[in-house]
Structures are given as structure tokens and as C-alpha cells.
């Protein structure tokens, strides 16, 4: 089956300590994205790639690195600089980037 | 970017058409109207999108305003599982400046009642 998926579903972690969240697809897309949503919001974009090996930063980028090392993996590092890490995190892909995206189950992060 | 607005909530019986509006009247020309939906504990799901006509795919109805500066997605025969938030974004067609970026506000929450 094709599709989006991020590891794990719940994730916790210490104040202080960096973590990475996994986003793997095999829907051959070209363009990946990472959103948070905290309670009761809409999601805002961290950072996005085009292409393999090129990324941008969205609106909220601060605290937090990417890498496209490979078409079908983006993952997201939230550092110990994110004032406020805990969240829902959410990947998503599409063929373009201005295709429909489609969106993974999400990783709860929670931050103590 | 223009925004959207959208009620906080609404109230649906199951088998019943859901009509959930959405107001945009500083639209430009170059925006396209897109609904996401999303269940509880999910990410967002791609529901349909348009510019200027009308349009229908399985999942919903998009009925645009004559002047675009607002729309309504409608779901014909609510379901249970159609209980989720509804985000109504408007998102630029792509030029050399903007690759049109998804702006999600808070949505509507739709409640299905059986």
C-alpha cells in the first residue's frame, strides 16, 4: 500500500534533549512538508523540500532542522532551542508543490 | 495571503446534507478555494478543490459564489464518519514568487448526530 508514515505515534523526551521524527513515503512524491497543530488550531508549516537535497524553511523554522537526503525521507529534528515542542507533528507529500498533499498519521510529542 | 473565515462549529443528522460555508472576500484572482478535512487524532485529508465552477468529485460538492467571495462544501448524506474539522484555505497558483502554500486556520468542527 502506498502512503505516509511517521514514527513513533507518542514520543517523549526530556527538556534539553534533541529528537528526531521520522516521515517515510513510497507514493514517489517530490515534494515533503512537516505542519505542527497544537490543541484547538490549525497547522503551521515548519520547513518543506522540492527535491531531493533542497529545503526552505516555512513559518514557524525556528528551534528545529530538516535533511532530504532521499526522495522518500524527510525527517525533523526538534532541538533543545524549540521554546515550545510539544505538539502534534504532522508530514505530509505530494507530486508537486502544488499537487494536493496528502498527510501522515502525525507524531504526539510531548516535552517535560 | 487572503484569508479565510469559517463558523467554529456545526450541527448535522446522520443521512442529512451538510451545507458548511465559508467566506472569502479578499480573494484574488490567482487563488484557488481547497477543503481539507481532519478526524480526531489524523492528519488532514485533500476533500476537493476549485476557481471559479462548480465541482464534484466523490467525496463532497464545491459550490462557488458567482464572485467568489465565498463558497460552501457540501456533504451530501452526512455519515458518522464524516465527523471531522473542515478547513477551507485558499492557496495561490504558482508563479515564479509563490508555490502555493497551504494556510490552515482553525476550521470548522462538524458534528454528526446519529
Known amino acids: 500500500d502506498g502512503g505516509i508514515t511517521q514514527s513513533p505515534k507518542y514520543l517523549f523526551r526530556k527538556e534539553g534533549q534533541n529528537v528526531t521524527l521520522s516521515c517515510e513515503q513510497n507514493?514517489?512524491?517530490?515534494?515533503m512538508y512537516w505542519y505542527r497543530q497544537d490543541p484547538g488550531q490549525g497547522l503551521r508549516l515548519i520547513y518543506y523540500?522540492?527535491?531531493?537535497?533542497?529545503?526552505q524553511k516555512g513559518d514557524i523554522a525556528e528551534g528545529y532542522s530538516v535533511s532530504r537526503e532521499k526522495k522518500e525521507s524527510f525527517p525533523l529534528t526538534v532541538t533543545s532551542a524549540q521554546k515550545n515542542p510539544t505538539a502534534f507533528y504532522l508530514c505530509?507529500?505530494?507530486?508537486?508543490?502544488?499537487?494536493?498533499?496528502?498527510f501522515g498519521p502525525g507524531t504526539r510529542l510531548t516535552v517535560t | 495571503d487572503a484569508k479565510t473565515t469559517q463558523p467554529n462549529s456545526m450541527e448535522s443528522n446522520e443521512e442529512e446534507p451538510v451545507h458548511l460555508p465559508c467566506n472569502h472576500s479578499t480573494i484574488s484572482g490567482t487563488d484557488y478555494i481547497h477543503w481539507y478535512r481532519q478526524l480526531p487524532s489524523q492528519g488532514p485529508e485533500y476533500v476537493i478543490h476549485g476557481l471559479t465552477s462548480n465541482v464534484n468529485n466523490r467525496m463532497a460538492s464545491l459550490a462557488i459564489a458567482e464572485d467568489r467571495k465565498s463558497s460552501t462544501l457540501i456533504l451530501h448524506r452526512a455519515t458518522l464518519r464524516d465527523a471531522a474539522v473542515y478547513y477551507c484555505i485558499l492557496r495561490r497558483r504558482m508563479t515564479t514568487d509563490s508555490w502555493g502554500k497551504l494556510q490552515f486556520g482553525a476550521g470548522t468542527q462538524v458534528v454528526v448526530t446519529p
Open positions: 505530509a507529500s505530494s507530486i508537486s508543490r502544488v499537487a494536493e498533499q496528502y
Open positions: 507514493l514517489n512524491h517530490d515534494a
Open positions: 523540500s522540492q527535491i531531493v537535497n533542497d529545503f
